[in-house]
């Protein structure tokens, strides 16, 4: 069974910055995309960057120069630096091993249950 946990969120004030991570459990394959989601309350899920098994990131526009996604292929992990946070930063942040880019629409996608980041104004 393919397990997503994420730590690192908590509590920070405008300005500031969080460390995200991620280890990822089970039989998985390195090959998969991971990445970071998004959900504010009230809002859809958005993505936030992701990562290929060769290191190459996509960010949300909105996000490039604040935030830097990397990965372990060997600890399988994902950590993602949240520097200059502000309010709107606000969201459940959720992890996610992605096959579909690689395999199709019918390949496997996980997500982890969550951590909360609040930034305070």
């Known amino acids: 069974q393919v397990q997503l946990v994420e730590s690192g969120g908590g509590l920070v004030q405008a300005g500031g910055s969080l460390r995200l991570s991620c280890a990822v459990s089970?039989?998985?394959?390195?090959?998969?995309?991971m990445g970071w989601y998004r959900q504010a309350p009230g809002k859809q899920r958005e993505l936030v960057a992701y990562?290929?098994?060769?290191?190459?990131?996509t960010y949300a526009e909105s996000l490039k120069g604040r935030f830097t996604i990397s990965r372990d292929n060997v600890k399988n992990t994902v950590d993602l630096q949240m520097n200059g946070l502000t309010p709107e930063d606000t969201a459940v942040y959720y992890c996610?091993?992605?096959?579909?880019?690689?395999?199709?629409?019918?390949?496997?996608?996980?997500w982890g249950q969550g951590t909360q980041v609040t930034v305070s104004s």
């Open positions: 996610n091993l992605d096959y579909r880019r690689l395999f199709g629409v019918s390949a496997s996608t996980y």
């Open positions: 089970g039989s998985i394959s390195s090959a998969g995309d």
């Open positions: 990562i290929t098994s060769g290191r190459s990131a």
